[in-house]
Nanobody, 113 residues
Framework: VQLQAYGGGLVQAGGSLRLSCAAAGTTINYRAIDWYRQAPGKQREFVAGIGSGGTTNYADIVKGRFTISRDKAKNTVVLHMNSLKPEDTAVYYC????????WGQGTQVTVSS
């Protein structure tokens, strides 16, 4: 069982990116899934989460800019990131909220000023 985050890239400040969290070997359509990020020299921090019933929650620093949702047809959880700032630069990871899996490689998001 593995979760893989992808969709990162280089974007200018004010731009948008769409990250996806895909599952191999399991379904995550009814699992609580969280997105985290880790910037160089900093600890991994919570970004956004979606509960098994669809309830969403966000870190204050991304509220109003990021949106988390499910694509059940693709068995993925999507993180839409708008109005990106240079301080959003980090490696982004996804994981199950319960019964955490080993952290994958994540996907790099770089926001240039």
């Amino acid at each position: 069982v593995q979760l893989q985050a992808y969709g990162g890239g280089l974007v200018q400040a004010g731009g948008s990116l769409r990250l996806s969290c895909a599952a191999a070997g399991t379904t995550i359509n009814y699992r609580a899934i969280d997105w985290y990020r880790q910037a160089p020299g900093k600890q991994r921090e919570f970004v956004a989460g979606i509960g098994s019933g669809g309830t969403t929650n966000y870190a204050d620093i991304v509220k109003g800019r990021f949106t988390i949702s499910r694509d059940k047809a693709k068995n993925t959880v999507v993180l839409h990131m708008n109005s990106l700032k240079p301080e959003d630069t980090a490696v982004y990871y996804c994981n199950r909220r319960v019964e955490r899996l080993p952290w994958g490689q994540g996907t790099q998001v770089t926001v240039s000023s």
